[in-house]
């Protein structure tokens, strides 16, 4: 079952910069421990579904950080690196990638899968909001933008499973909502169960939309 679980963003900035996000992140993880759970599993969007090996590798040279975090030839789509890189030395027992474009009843479906597993679950769920909240966003800039992300935030900050699921998949892509399907994740291994949602931070630098926060039953 589903104990505990942290939302942060997949944003490579988590170390390029933004120091103050990336604490909020390692907070938000501390509390993950603090759950004492038997396995810690990560998921993130990407372009495609997949397990990957616990020890898995990724690097963020790409985006012109040398840094590389896990074991043998990187593999691992951002999200699932960025969420290496915050973990530093320590491996998750799960690393899930789910594609962006999945379906709300197939990521509650998955998120269903890895919350009913009888032993003691924490998931650390790598999603950014919405990608267009400014005019120097890299999407376009929408004034819808704004009040959905502000949705993904209160849910995030109150464990609001049910508004995540309730998340429209057509209006997410159009703001360029790139972590939707990794919440929905959440919200299905959520389920119907209560958890104490905490809001550790919220900012938008270059309009794209980050937060990281925590749930604990």
């Not at 969007?45 to 990957?52: F, I, K, M, N, P």
């Not at 993904?152 to 699921?165: E, N, P, R, S």
């Amino acid at each position: 079952m589903l104990v505990a679980a942290a939302v942060c963003p997949s944003t490579p900035l988590v170390a390029l910069g933004m120091p103050e996000l990336r604490s909020a992140c390692h907070a938000a993880i501390a509390a993950l421990r603090e759950a004492r759970p038997d396995a810690l599993v990560v998921v993130g969007g990407a372009e495609a579904t997949r397990t990957y090996e616990a020890g898995a590798a990724g690097t963020l040279r790409p985006w012109g950080v040398d840094r590389t975090a896990g074991a043998g030839e990187p593999v691992l789509p951002l999200s699932l690196t960025v969420a290496r890189v915050l973990l530093a030395d320590a491996d998750p027992q799960g690393l899930q990638s789910v594609a962006f474009g999945t379906t709300t009843a197939g990521c509650l479906a998955l998120g269903e899968e890895l919350g009913g597993r009888s032993d003691r679950v924490a998931l650390l769920v790598m999603a950014d909001g919405s990608a267009c909240l400014s005019p120097r966003a890299p999407g376009r800039h929408d004034a819808a933008a704004g009040p959905y992300n502000d949705l993904i935030a209160k849910a995030v900050a109150t464990g609001d499973a049910a508004t995540l699921a309730a998340l429209d998949a057509a209006e997410a892509d159009r703001l360029w909502v790139s972590g939707r399907a990794a919440l929905q994740v959440l919200a299905g291994a959520a389920g119907a169960r209560a958890y104490r949602g905490r809001l550790l931070m919220a900012a938008a630098p270059y309009g794209v939309g980050y937060l990281a926060g925590a749930w604990l039953a």
